[in-house]
């Protein structure tokens, strides 16, 4: 069943620190009891594959001072966000507003959001979107 929810809501570590905004949920082993004994069974055969569409993400600056952001979308096959990973470099959100942006990114099982605050420290994120099941 598809779930639309609040994927990430806080405030992010200060600057210069990546912060994991999200993670897609990923594949786990399941294991059934068969006479007695267990019996691992390849997720594929009895887990659901989650996807994750990001539909919004919202910055907000309460403090007067104004933030600069970095956003990354790493794939499953890379450890941490880098250059090859940046969608939104040096985002500005002015002192006491917040910016909305509304996006569409499909992730795959095991992708991660991350954020680095350039500039600032004090911002609020809240990133909305739908697991796909």
Same mark, same amino acid.
């Given at each position: 069943?598809?779930?639309?929810?609040?994927?990430?809501?806080?405030?992010?570590?200060?600057?210069?620190?990546?912060?994991?905004?999200?993670? +897609?949920?990923?594949?786990?082993?399941?294991?059934?009891? +068969?006479?007695?004994?267990?019996?691992?069974?390849?997720?594929?055969?009895?887990?659901?594959?989650?996807?994750?569409?990001?539909?919004?993400?919202?910055?907000?600056?309460? *403090?007067?001072?104004?933030?600069? +952001?970095?956003?990354?979308?790493?794939?499953?096959?890379?450890?941490?966000?880098?250059?090859?990973?940046?969608?939104?470099?040096?985002?500005? +959100?002015?002192? =006491?507003?917040?910016?909305?942006? =509304?996006?569409?990114?499909?992730?795959?099982?095991? =992708?991660?959001?991350?954020?680095?605050?350039?500039?600032?420290?004090?911002? *609020?994120?809240?990133?909305?979107?739908?697991?796909?099941?």
């Amino acid at each position: 069943m598809d779930s639309y929810k609040i994927l990430y809501q806080g405030v992010p570590g200060g600057p210069d620190t990546d912060t994991l905004l999200y993670t +897609v949920p990923k594949r786990a082993l399941t294991t059934f009891t +068969v006479d007695g004994g267990a019996v691992d069974v390849t997720p594929s055969a009895v887990d659901e594959n989650v996807q994750t569409l990001v539909t919004q993400i919202c910055l907000c600056d309460g *403090t007067g001072a104004g933030d600069t +952001v970095d956003i990354y979308v790493v794939p499953n096959s890379e450890d941490s966000p880098g250059a090859g990973n940046l969608v939104f470099n040096s985002l500005v +959100v002015a002192a =006491n507003t917040t910016e909305r942006k =509304n996006l569409n990114w499909p992730l795959a099982s095991d =992708n991660t959001i991350y954020v680095n605050a350039v500039t600032g420290s004090v911002l *609020t994120i809240t990133l909305f979107g739908i697991e796909v099941k």
